[in-house]
């Protein structure tokens, strides 16, 4: 069964960097296209950054600050998150589509970030 795990989250100071990693194991083919999802605390999921061609990429408050990327021969995708404030903190998600633009879509646990002082 595919799985996704995520990895890098954790507590910075305003103005400092996480990397967040999202890596697919088990998986049947290639990674079709990745997105990464914020969901503050009290407040509901919403899409930052996505490959996929019909969004995106870069939700207008993390533009310019979030970067993705990824490793496909890894099966590992990344977002690379700069200058980070109070709003950035909340549980971050990747999913990653497999296969095509109709394939299967999987989705990470969440991983914490906190941005305080």
């Known amino acids: 069964q595919v799985h996704l795990v995520e990895s890098g989250g954790g507590l910075v100071q305003p103005g400092g960097s996480l990397r967040l990693s999202c890596e697919v194991s088990?998986?049947?083919?290639?990674?079709?296209?990745v997105g990464w999802y914020h969901q503050p605390p009290g407040g509901q999921r919403e899409l930052v950054a996505t490959?996929?061609?019909?969004?995106?990429p870069y939700a207008e408050s993390v533009r310019g600050r979030f970067a993705m990327s990824r490793d496909d021969a890894e099966f590992t995708v990344y977002l690379q998150m700069n200058s980070l404030n109070q709003d950035d903190t909340g549980v971050y998600f990747c999913n990653v589509r497999l296969c095509s633009e109709l394939g299967p879509l999987y989705w990470g646990q969440g991983i914490e970030v906190t941005v305080s002082s």
């Open positions: 490959d996929d061609g019909y969004s995106g």
């Open positions: 088990r998986s049947f083919c290639k990674i079709y296209s």
